[in-house]
């Protein structure tokens, strides 16, 4: 069974620090994606990487995915109270359909 | 452009009684995408249609959870004799073709409580 191992689960922060949430796991996958939750919504996609060492920037959050394709990492600069929510990452093989999701790690960013 | 709409959004029901979740995909979407989010948990994939294509029940849970997609559009998932334990939020994604790789768009998802 392939599994998506995301660290830490919660996080509580203050408005401006900076963290990283990470994305693990033992099985190779063809790309990683990022989506964020929030309450009561169905997630968004955030970002999707596909090759080993890739990294992508989106305004002050920047994604990694690992050199192996094994992991990935999501760093956020001065976190603001509208980055809060629920952020997942997900796996996926090329010519397959379904998606492997992580438990998600919960971000709390206090004003 | 909408998006994927579900409906109801909230559903309280008795154990062991049908209920029926309806997910409306974007229009021109031909895959779309069943799963299940528990409280703390991932989501959990139930079910995949592609097209025409005969749909992977791979994800079911048991015999009681069934689904349908007619047209290529909107799509029905039935669960039959409710357990507590289905109690979750069902969610449904559409996304323009079938792949790993294509953004899925959620809907808001519905919220089943099972009493």
């Known amino acids: 069974t392939q599994l998506l191992e995301q660290s830490p689960q919660f996080l509580s922060i203050q408005e401006g620090e900076n963290l990283t949430v990470y994305c693990n796991s033992s099985?190779?996958?063809?790309?990683l994606q990022w989506y964020r939750q929030e309450p009561g919504e169905g997630p968004v996609l955030l970002v999707t990487v596909v090759t080993g060492g890739e990294v992508k920037k989106l305004k002050r959050l920047t994604f990694q995915f690992g050199d192996a394709r094994k992991d990935s990492s999501l760093h956020i600069t001065a976190a603001q109270p509208g980055d809060t929510g629920l952020y997942l990452c997900?796996?996926?093989?090329?010519?397959?359909?379904?998606?492997?999701f992580g438990a998600g790690t919960r971000l709390f960013v206090k004003a | 452009g909408a998006g994927v709409s579900q409906s109801p959004s909230n559903k309280v029901t008795e154990k062991g009684k049908d209920v029926e979740l309806r997910c409306d995909p974007i229009?021109?979407?031909?895959?779309l995408y069943w799963y299940r989010q528990s409280l703390g948990q991932g989501l959990e994939f139930l079910i995949y249609?592609?097209?025409?294509?005969?749909?992977?029940k791979s994800g079911l849970p048991s015999d009681r959870f069934s689904a349908e997609r007619t047209g290529g559009s909107v799509s029905t998932l039935t669960i039959q004799r409710t357990q507590q334990e289905d109690s979750a939020v069902y969610l449904c994604?559409?996304?323009?073709?079938?792949?790993?790789?294509?953004?899925?768009?959620f809907g808001p998802g519905t919220r089943l409580t099972v009493t």
């Open positions: 994604a559409s996304s323009r073709e079938g792949g790993a790789h294509y953004e899925q768009y």
């Open positions: 249609f592609q097209g025409n294509s005969a749909p992977d």
């Open positions: 099985s190779v996958f063809s790309s």
């Open positions: 229009s021109g979407h031909t895959a």
């Open positions: 997900a796996g996926g093989h090329t010519g397959g359909f379904k998606t492997i």
